[in-house]
């Protein structure tokens, strides 16, 4: 059997990294003796509409979320034309939310429920031996007749510990280095960890649909993990590495143990990690055991600079206060501090938006990204936007559209958010900030800052830049990164 693994391209967005869950399911089914397994993404280089999907017994499986669902069905139907006895299997965070807009795809075969790694390698062996899907928990299916036949769901996996370390040599991720500055200098390769699933926390943009799809919230054991970084420092000479979880200052009791196993990891090889926390649980005595151990990055999911926002319409259960002292924290132990924020939430002021905006100028972080609000499916966002009539899209292609946003509430139009952005990168780049969009995120580099802790970083960074976009404010960047590395600049 032949199986293609495929993460669709997400439009317009030059994030790239690899997808864990898509590694996670290629090693086991390489653990369970499947040898032609065949790694697909875009963002690594790879075009999924060259490759010869010919064969008997060939399985594609698509991971979708609400940015990709619309390339999924474009690329399900290419398959389908190259080859109409593969069979396409959806799986992925849209799918668990939306099962029956996926399995009503005339080109969608399966749809995997859940989480994937049990259910895979059962629906894998029942295809290869021509056997019934029949009683395969997590799955929907089409049968002879073209019927829908809906399983029963599979519980989440309780041990994590139980699933295997990936295999690097799927969707690995040097092949993520795509930069060409990271190329011509062979800079290292940042590995991609998650230490937990899910998220205990209730905010109104993730919320319910997290625990939906991910279930309730695990965590790896610290030896766990703390093997698995052994293991890629073993194998791959890795020093950098950056955790996917949520959050990884949930448990206190299991941070505190895992910065002091690192710690001993440090002693005999250098090591950089990043993640993302929370501003309410990483106080400074946590942050600085965090820069002790190797945490040299931390982001957070700022969102917005009112409370009565993050209180009221986000449920954040954080507040600005905490947001200032997180950063002002981490400046203090030269840990990288990078900021989420968001605009637009249902019921937010034009008025706030602009706290949010003023604030985030302020702070010093060295990165931040903006995101105008939009209802992911199954979240109280889209639950409320949808049933509150102020759900502004026609079809999952409308999310990529930053001029376009998909919630419309209280008389904050489109051409008022359109009003914002102006205000945004006016109010940053009048600060010293840079900017580029990526997809329909704004994100903004804090130059200056950048250049006085990490000038190589910034020289590299902004010669890419201007060769990827010759915009002309990269040559006041480069300027700065030279200042700084030959000693030029000693202002604060």
């Known amino acids: 059997m032949k199986i293609f693994l495929i993460q669709p391209k997400t439009k317009g967005a030059n994030f790239k990294s ?3 869950g898509l590694q996670i399911l290629a ?8 040898a032609n397994i065949y790694d697909i993404d875009p963002d690594k280089g790879d075009n999924p509409y060259t490759v010869d999907y010919s064969g008997k017994d060939v399985l594609v499986g698509i991971t979708v979320t609400f940015m990709t669902i619309s390339e999924a069905f474009r690329l399900a139907k290419f398959i389908k034309s190259r080859n109409y006895n593969a069979k396409i299997v959806f799986g992925g965070p849209h799918v668990t939310l939306m099962p029956e807009e996926s399995i009503t795809d005339n080109n969608v075969d399966i749809i995997v429920i859940g989480e994937g790694e049990e259910t895979i390698v059962e629906v894998a062996d029942s295809l290869r031996g021509g056997e019934s899907l029949e009683g395969i928990k997590g799955i929907w299916y089409k049968n002879e007749k073209d019927e829908i036949v809906k399983n029963e769901l599979r ?6 510990d139980s699933i295997p370390y990936s295999d690097r040599t799927f969707f690995t991720d040097r092949k993520y280095q795509t930069r060409l500055i990271e190329r011509l200098l062979a800079m290292p390769t940042t590995w991609h960890l998650m230490s937990a699933r899910s998220c205990p926390f209730t905010c109104k943009m993730c919320q319910p649909a997290m625990r939906k799809i991910a279930g309730p919230w695990r965590q790896r054991s610290v030896g766990n993990v703390i093997n698995e970084i052994k293991y890629l420092q073993q194998e791959f000479n890795a020093r950098y590495f950056s955790f996917y979880d949520n959050d990884i200052g949930i448990n206190k009791k299991w941070i505190i143990e895992f910065c002091q196993e690192l ?12 993640c993302l926390g929370r501003a309410n649980l990483l106080d400074y005595e946590l942050l600085k055991l965090m820069k002790e151990s190797g945490f040299d990055a931390i982001s957070i999911g700022a969102e917005s600079g009112n409370n009565r926002v993050l209180k009221e319409i986000m449920d954040k259960k954080t507040t600005v206060q905490n947001i200032i002292d997180f950063v002002n924290n981490c400046y203090r132990l030269k840990i990288r501090a990078g900021a989420f924020w968001m605009m637009a939430s249902p019921g937010e002021t034009l008025e706030e938006m602009e706290e949010t905006i003023d604030l985030a100028s302020e702070l010093p972080v060295f990165y931040c990204h903006f995101h105008i609000a939009t209802p992911n499916p199954g979240t109280q966002y889209y639950l409320d936007a949808l049933h509150g009539g102020y759900l502004n899209m026609k079809s999952w292609d409308d999310v990529h559209d930053r001029r376009n946003p998909t919630i419309i509430k ?3 139009t489109a051409e008022d958010i359109a009003r914002m952005d102006e205000y945004l990168i006016k109010t940053m780049v009048k ?3 840079n900017y580029r969009l990526n997809g329909h995120t704004l994100s903004f580099i804090n130059t200056r800052l950048f250049a006085k802790h990490d000038p190589l970083n910034v020289l590299g960074r902004e010669i890419w830049m201007f060769l990827e976009d010759f915009k002309p404010y990269h040559f006041r960047n480069i300027y700065l990164g030279a200042k700084c590395i030959f000693g030029i600049d000693k202002s604060n």
Not at 27 to 34: E, Q, S
Not at 263 to 274: G, N
Request: hydrophobic share 35%; aromatic share 8%.
């Open 18 to 20: 690899p997808p864990l």
């Open 431 to 433: 600060k010293g900030w």
């Open 155 to 160: 519980a989440f996996i309780k041990d994590l």
């Open 27 to 34: 090693t086991v089914l390489k653990n369970h003796g499947y």
């Open 410 to 412: 209280d008389n904050v």
């Open 263 to 274: 710690k001993k990891i440090k002693k005999e090889r250098d090591i950089s990690l990043s």
